[in-house]
């Protein structure tokens, strides 16, 4: 049976657990457990025939719902966060791959653009960055910092929640721009990437800096960069849910969509969050020799790359 097919004869039965959901009306709520069976009957039917990853997972995270409704605390709160990390998270990356593919060209293009630009002509640097913040990465990478990649006497403690704030801030932020159509979220993009472009080719041209700033960026950029990447690709699909609702209203379109997108904004922060520990007390370790720390942040690359490659495909 076609997807389409199947969609049109069971769409009445989700929408009506959908309903049930939201209102949760007293007088109804002994109707849930036959439509609970019939949903799960629905979500292994769609497994088995390979329906596409964007309904099973729709489907999966209604049966979650109703099973949290009708069981109440009986769901295993560390099998439910086990599953998430090891499956539900990297397989809805995988599944927006065209968006991720979209987002990572606005970003790492920028980037390199710029970057080259820079290079080639140091002077254009000045048309995007200040001379006062170019001055003051110069002397956060120099050999007298005490410690890599900040100024001040802030401790590693102070700077991991500053980290955090800062790093995860721009996450939500980027994921909420997608309300207004996805635009600010490439616009915020585009200009992390611009930016770090300006400053990696600025330091790079200096072989004082250029080492310090590669060695000190290579481990935390894999979680930093990623988590940046998929906040704008959940935004991205918000912002699409509101273009194209489909044959939902924009309303419903956007909250089907932020919940079907929670998922990848959480870990998102997660892989912001996990940046800012080693950009505190890792990336700033000036002792450390660069081959140590280059050889951890290809390891990390790796890991990333792996991760979102290779976790979740069993249950594909």
């Known amino acids: 049976m076609k997807q389409s097919l199947f969609e049109q004869q069971h769409a009445a039965l989700w929408a009506k657990i959908e309903m049930l959901l939201a209102d949760k009306p007293q007088g109804d709520r002994k109707e849930l457990p036959r439509l609970y069976r019939a949903l799960c009957q629905t979500l ?28 109440g605390a009986a769901i295993e709160r560390p099998a ?7 499956s539900r998270f990297p397989r ?10 979209i987002a990572s060209l606005i970003f790492w293009g920028a980037g390199l653009a710029v970057g080259l630009l820079v290079w080639f002509y140091p002077e254009w640097a000045y048309s995007w960055v200040s001379p006062q913040e170019l001055a003051k990465y110069k002397r956060m990478y120099s050999q007298a ?47 992390n990437g611009l930016h770090g472009g300006v400053i990696a080719s600025w330091l790079s041209r200096d072989p004082v800096t250029r080492e310090a700033f590669w060695s000190f960026v290579i ?6 960069i990623t988590g940046l990447i998929l906040s704008a690709v959940a935004g991205m699909r918000l912002g699409l849910s509101l273009i194209s609702p489909g044959r939902y209203s924009r309303h419903h379109s956007l909250l ?25 007390f890792w990336s700033a370790m000036p002792g450390l020799a660069p081959a140590i720390k280059y050889a951890v942040g290809g390891g990390a690359w790796l890991l990333v790359l792996a991760y979102f490659t290779l976790a979740g495909r069993h249950e594909a």
């Open 80 to 86: 439910v966060l086990r599953h998430w990390l090891t």
């Open 256 to 280: 089907r969509t932020a919940q079907r997108m929670l998922p990848m904004v959480v870990g998102a922060a997660l892989l912001t969050a996990l940046a800012a520990f080693f950009e505190a």
């Open 219 to 224: 481990t935390h950029g894999a979680f930093e």
């Open 92 to 101: 809805l990356v995988r599944e927006e791959w065209r968006l991720f593919l």
């Open 44 to 71: 292994s039917l769609a497994r088995q025939r390979g329906y596409s990853p964007s309904l099973t997972e729709h489907l999966h995270t209604l049966a979650l719902a109703a099973h949290r409704q009708l069981y």
């Open 145 to 191: 910092a005490a410690r890599l990649g900040r100024e001040g006497s802030g401790s590693d403690l102070m700077m991991f929640g500053f980290y955090i704030w800062n790093n995860v801030s721009i996450g939500f932020r980027t994921f909420a721009g997608g309300i207004l159509g996805g635009v600010p979220a490439l616009l915020s993009l585009a200009f």
